[in-house]
């Protein structure tokens, strides 16, 4: 099965491919859905393209909006410079936009959003007549309806599925809520996510705000729990799911690595089972408490306690280079002297390993206690063979 992973710019780009994605997705600055990442710009975008195929992976550009009119104006010209860029596909929800490049881009491989919908394999047959090449199927089935699509459809066509992050509240993200409360419209890429807020419910026949709770939990109860299948892929696998996509391309660079190395990791001991200690991985980085969503028909999927999310680590450092018995890194968070630092690593040998903070360096090569300035350029003494590209962070006391 194909890794798909989020990037909301180069940088976590990069970071995903460093750690085991097998293809990207990402947005340029125009028609998707993620208004407020970084994005790309089109001359990004190819050279994103040319450096991913270099290393035989993939990218794979949204356009994802739901459509109006205006939007077809400067349509015809950003997708033939998504075709110059030699982007691998495009995913797309508006069944008005999936037509128009049918007739108008009938070599570009399109895929199917969650957004559209697909929740039957009439839809999906109806969509295979339109020439798409994948289709990522509504969050809300569960295991068996993905299984019997997928078989009818005989691999005419792929099927792709979420495997972890955020959930929304709304029916396959959909959602009023942020355009009604904030004026920011979710179906447009401006989502500001008025689920996660806090609410209270009043009884209709009294006129002061008496608030009636839920339970001592609280009363976030549009806060989706996140979604987490780690240890069920097998079960994606047998139901003849073709990829497994990662959410989060407002997320941070850190979370990309820690997601995409887990899975890439549990996806390579196929048919084995991934356990305990990979979601004790996941744990490690920014999450609400997890949920396997409605594949198993799971009941409860809401995070009443809080609106933010929990982590047990915190990334704290890059690494540019090591040799010599010093590892080179750029400073992300704080960290000092005597800390014991824990490796974020795509090699298997040197992962989860603890190195102590000794001979702190700036890059003057003065001896330092801590690192404290955001992004300084900082060396230590370490006996592992670090890459760069590998990550450091530091247990949260």
Known sequence: MELLAPA????????????????????????????????????????????????NKKVYVTLNILAKDDDFVGLN????????AKVDAVIVSDLGIINYLHINFPMLDVHVSTQANVT?????????????????????????????????LQRRVEIECFVHGAMCVSYSGRCLL??????REANRGECVQACRWKYFIREESRDDELEVEED?????????KDLCMIEHLKELSDAGVASLKIEGRMKSIYYVACVTNAYRRAIDILPKRAGEEFVKEL???SHRRFTT?????????????????????????????????????????????????EVLSSNKDVHNQIIKVQNLKNDQGEFIKKANMAQMKISFYCSICLKKGDFLRKKIK
Do not use: M
Request: net charge positive.
């Open 283 to 285: 744990e490690k980085t």
């Open 216 to 224: 001592k939990r609280g009363t976030y109860i549009l806060n989706s």
């Open 120 to 152: 039957n394999l009439q839809t999906a047959l109806l969509l295979a007549g339109l020439g798409v090449k994948r289709i990522v199927l509504a969050r809300e089935l569960n295991l068996k309806q993905i299984a019997k699509i997928a078989k009818a």
């Open 293 to 341: 969503g409605f594949y198993f028909n799971e009941e409860d999927r809401q995070f009443r306690e809080s609106s933010s999310p929990i982590q047990s680590h915190e990334f704290v450092a890059v690494v540019l280079g090591c040799k010599n018995g010093k590892v080179q890194c750029e400073q992300r968070n704080y960290f000092e002297e005597g800390d014991e630092l």
């Open 77 to 84: 010209k950003y997708v033939a410079d998504l075709v110059k």
């Open 178 to 183: 942020s355009n009604y409360l904030a004026g």
């Open 8 to 55: 909301g710019n180069y940088e976590k780009f990069l970071t995903a491919l460093h750690f085991g994605a097998d293809a990207v997705y990402l947005s340029g600055k125009s028609f998707g859905l993620r208004a407020f990442a970084g994005n790309f710009t089109i001359n990004e975008i190819k050279k994103a393209c040319a450096y991913a195929h270099k290393l």
